[in-house]
């Protein structure tokens, strides 16, 4: 085939555990497949060295194009409140220091708020959703000398606080899709408002005429939009391992512990604090069933056996799952020594729908556990927040009683996940959830408080058309706020840019991420009223409530947000030394045993000192 020039891909997450940049491999798959010669650099394992790194890499290299993926703009941790994307954009700005090719950016953290970032990291475009097919036309154009700007879906950065978005064909060609009604949220109090001090506007570019198909109506901020369209299905994505300038799988395996598998991209459902379908899409991508198991095959046959499923949820579309499990099964009864029979299967579900016939497939597929995002057990709680596309509610308690019921007795740990601090949670309807779901015995259970609000959450929405840009509302939070938070909905900004950034800088541009946590927790009036509050008595509550002798099977919130203690991934005391003596598998797999393997890290550590001695 003949190769078009080289397209560079630039992984910047260095947290740790890590996690293989699966984004890329599939990036590279598409690329490759439309003849251009990809490379990744990855520096998730050069700490210390990334710009000797970058700097070996160019001076050697003329790319055509550098992409950029961001998978995580922060821990996504209401009290832990830290951000990566001044990592991120270290390494862009050091990227477009030693490279004159033009810098595009994706991944799902980065679709969370994408109009912002590509402003913030002053890069020229951007992908919000799958990459794959916006980025190979991309490619082609500048490959031909075509202008770029009218790649459909592409964001373009037009200059400071302007950046626009080429409409793809199919969404020009239909009607915007109605809104849905939405959770309702108390009624605001009013806090009073300081002066404004705002942030200079950037001076607004005037879009040249020769660019018809770029949008210009301010507010068009591709929301809540089906991106199945972006997605590439039905190829199955090259994994590699050892291989120079791609992904180690392998070696992300052994460090992390996990893989990742992806079966569809996109989530159909709207729960009000959930980034993903608006992020990833509100379609389904499914992708075909023998390409997503050709994958698992090459996967599991070089060494990487653990695999967690990288879908929003793996349970919705569930007749999809459900084939997928059946071909697995099929090339496993088929062959005795298919590597297949060495896959353990970690997944994320939802409630419903989960049957004995979908809990058998699991089982006889390799499943190992089963992670199940809960999040309430009220009634009340649950309507207008766990909802479909059109607002009506898909579970209830029951169903996951029933999850954790077939899933034991198929033989799979469990991992019940709930949130606490979304509008309406008082000490009695969190209490009354820490009960029931402690009386379920999953293998763990983990206890979250507040949330880190996202631009297109349909909470962040509806907080922000409630404060209006005049007021501020109650819950409303950040661990570096130094005024009440008082958020502009969309309609009142003078471009998503503007909107999106509110939630991750404040007017003077420094780090200021929002968060929620119900007003209505037992916390003092002077927390609740103030935009830095901690909610400490809530998380008391919940240390002291759940018994001494219950906390080796339940994770619980603490106010640094970053412990052993803590379901937050990101550089994890207990996490890493798990991976340092070998342990595989979802980590939650391993909590009731955290504190024996704590204690071996400790000897090993001694172990290592005295042998450098
Ligand atoms: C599975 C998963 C996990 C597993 C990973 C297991 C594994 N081995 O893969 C575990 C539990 C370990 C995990 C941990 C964390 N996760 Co996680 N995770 C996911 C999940 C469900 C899938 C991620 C994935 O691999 N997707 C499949 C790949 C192929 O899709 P993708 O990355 O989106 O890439 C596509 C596009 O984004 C785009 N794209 C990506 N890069 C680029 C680059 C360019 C140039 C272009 C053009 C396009 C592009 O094209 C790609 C192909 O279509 C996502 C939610 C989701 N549905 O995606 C959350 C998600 C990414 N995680 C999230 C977070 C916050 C974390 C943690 C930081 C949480 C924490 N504090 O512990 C850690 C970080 C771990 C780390 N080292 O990075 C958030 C990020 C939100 C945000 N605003 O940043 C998400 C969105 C969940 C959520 N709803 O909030 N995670
Ligand atoms: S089911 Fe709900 S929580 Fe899960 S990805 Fe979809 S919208 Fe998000």
Redesign the pocket.
């Known amino acids: 085939m003949e190769h078009k020039g080289l397209v560079t ?1 630039v992984n910047p ?1 260095q ?1 740790h ?4 940049p ?2 890329l491999d ?2 590279t798959t598409a690329l490759e497949a439309a003849g251009f010669d990809t490379h990744v650099v990855d520096l998730t394992f050069h700490l210390d060295d990334w710009q000797r790194v970058l700097g070996a890499y160019f001076r050697a290299r003329r790319p055509l194009l550098v ?3 961001c ?7 209401a009290f832990e409140q830290r951000p990566f994307v001044d990592r991120y954009k270290a390494v862009i700005d050091e990227v477009r220091r030693l490279t004159p090719a033009p810098v ?6 980065f ?2 708020m994408p109009f912002a970032l590509v402003d913030y990291f002053g890069v020229e475009y951007g ?1 919000k ?4 097919k ?2 190979c036309d991309l490619a082609q154009a500048l490959h031909e000398g075509r202008p770029a700007d009218r790649v459909p879906g592409l964001l373009v950065n037009r200059g400071p606080g302007h950046v626009v978005r080429v409409p793809p064909p199919a969404l020009t060609a239909r009607p915007a899709p109605a809104p849905r009604p939405r959770r309702t949220l108390p009624p605001p109090q009013p806090y009073p408002l300081p002066t404004p001090r705002q942030r200079p506007r950037p001076e607004s570019l005037p879009l040249p005429e020769s660019l018809p198909l770029l949008t210009r109506a301010p507010g068009d901020a591709g929301r809540f939009e089906g991106r199945a369209w972006q ?1 590439e299905t039905e190829l199955a994505y090259v994994r590699r391992s050892g291989v120079p300038h791609k992904v180690d799988n392998l070696r992300y395996y052994r460090e992390g512990g ?3 598998i ?1 079966t569809k ?1 996109g989530c159909v459902y709207r729960c009000a604090q ?3 379908p608006d ?2 899409g509100t379609q389904f991508a499914r992708r075909g069933v023998h390409a997503v198991v050709d994958e698992i095959e090459s996967l599991t046959a070089q060494g990487v056996y653990d695999l ?1 499923t ?3 949820e793996f349970n919705l579309s569930i007749a999809h799952s459900k084939w997928l499990l059946r071909e697995i099964v099929r090339r496993r009864d088929a062959d005795a020594t298919s590597p297949l029979r060495r896959l353990r299967l970690w997944v ?1 579900c939802q409630p419903a729908p989960f049957d004995e016939e979908f809990a058998e497939l699991l089982a006889d597929a390799g499943c190992a556990g089963v992670n199940v995002g809960t999040d309430h057990v009220r009634p009340e709680m649950l309507d207008g927040w766990k909802v479909t596309g059109k607002g009506t509610r898909y579970y209830d308690f029951a169903d996951t009683v029933r999850l954790v019921e077939l899933s034991h007795r198929h033989g799979m740990l469990t991992m019940v996940e709930a949130l606490f601090g979304m509008p309406g949670e008082t000490l009695e309807t969190m209490r009354e959830c820490v009960d029931r779901l402690m009386a379920l015995d999953a293998t763990v259970t983990g206890f979250s408080l507040g949330l880190r609000l ?1 631009p297109h959450m349909d909470l962040a929405i509806s907080l922000a058309e409630q404060c209006d840009g005049v007021r501020t509302v109650p819950g409303l939070q950040s661990n570096t706020a130094t005024r009440p938070i008082v958020l502009k909905p969309l309609a009142r900004c003078s471009s998503p840019v503007e909107y999106e950034r509110q939630f991750m800088f404040d007017e003077s541009g420094d780090f200021r991420l929002v968060c929620y946590f119900s007003p209505d927790l037992p916390e003092a009036p002077g927390t609740v009223g103030s935009p830095r509050g901690i909610w400490q008595n809530s998380v008391d509550f919940l240390w002291n409530h759940i018994p001494k002798s219950e906390h080796h099977r339940v994770m619980l919130p603490t106010l640094s947000g970053s412990s052993e203690n803590d379901n ?3 550089d994890n005391p207990f996490l890493t030394s798990l991976n340092r003596q070998g342990f595989t598998g979802a980590f939650w797999a391993h909590w009731r045993d955290r504190e024996a393997i704590m204690n071996g890290a400790d000897a090993f550590r001694e172990l290592a000192t005295e042998a450098s001695r």
Not at 17 to 20: H, K
Not at 129 to 132: D, K, L, R
Request: hydrophobic share 40%.
């Open positions: 891909l997450n947290i555990p890590p996690i293989a699966y984004a599939v990036l992409g950029v993926t998978r995580n703009t922060d821990t996504v941790y595009v950016t994706g991944g799902v953290g679709s969370t992908v959703g799958p990459g794959e916006i980025l997605a996990l893989g990742g992806l991209s959930c980034v993903e992020a990833k967690h990288t879908d929003s994320y996202f937050n991934y990101a």
